[in-house]
């Protein structure tokens, strides 16, 4: 754990009274140069005060308290640490120790940066010539069709609106991870849904020659919630 974790170990007034190497490492810092310092001495000046506070109204209840902490090293660089701070109490009292173990997830970070960057890119890039098909194709479906044409026209307006949906799916998905996720019950019919999917599939299997049939299981409601 020594040679893995960063560790750190404080005091009743959390002074540092011990770290490992691998703090010195992150922290720029020699061993003699943190004891005796304040345990936030690590955390970045933009690091939101009231997580820190929240962190220590915790700790001080002698509950284990476990985030992600945004540091600075020696020369100003920031870096994200996860970190599980164990407080040490005795008889119910005010915690007499603290115990730090924590580890570098800065790349990890980033790579979250990188794909949340990635996916709204994506979905504007996409959104935006999905909506001009989807507009285009309802204009040109309320012009003189055939039979044929109509059928194709609303294949399209399908395969788009499914298209479309399954870029707002990636973008929840973010938002699911990040606990921002909002659930709404609504009433939906299976069949239509079912029968849109179908439509699209049903071209690519009479391309390759396959019969493509749809058949529901009577137990299938019409509606569900």
């Known amino acids: ?29 020699k061993r003699d140069e943190a004891l005796g310092k304040h345990m936030d001495i690590l955390r970045a000046v933009d690091i939101e005060e009231d997580k820190l506070q929240n962190m220590w109204a ?12 945004l540091n600075a090293h020696k020369a100003n660089q920031a870096w994200w640490e996860e970190a599980v701070i164990y407080p040490f109490c005795s008889n119910g009292s005010k915690p007499y120790q603290y115990l730090s173990i924590g580890s570098d997830v800065t790349q990890f970070k980033n790579a979250v ?8 890119n994506m979905s504007h890039e996409l959104r935006t010539p999905l909506h001009s098909i989807y507009s285009l194709s309802n204009l040109l ?12 026209v609303e294949n399209i307006l ?11 799916d990636m973008l ?3 938002k ?20 849109s999917l179908a439509k699209m599939f049903r071209e690519k299997a009479k391309e390759k020659k396959l019969n493509f049939t749809l058949q529901y299981d009577p137990s299938v409601p019409e509606f569900v919630l």
Not at 15 to 21: A, F, G
Not at 141 to 152: A, F, G, H, P, V
């Open 141 to 152: 479906d309320e012009t003189s069709l055939s039979d044929e044409q109509s059928n194709y």
């Open 113 to 120: 940066q990188i794909k949340d960057q990635f996916l709204a």
């Open 158 to 168: 399908n395969a788009t609106s499914i298209l479309m949906r399954m870029v707002e």
């Open 58 to 69: 915790t700790l001080e209840q002698g509950i284990v308290w476990q985030g992600e902490l």
């Open 176 to 195: 699911i991870e990040k606990g921002q996720i909002r659930f709404q019950r609504k009433i939906f019919n299976p069949r239509i849904i079912v029968n």
């Open 1 to 29: 754990l020594d040679n893995t974790a960063i560790l750190v170990l404080a005091d009743e007034d959390r002074l540092i009274t011990y770290v490992n190497q691998k703090f010195c490492e992150k922290s720029g810092m």
């Open 172 to 174: 929840d998905l973010n």
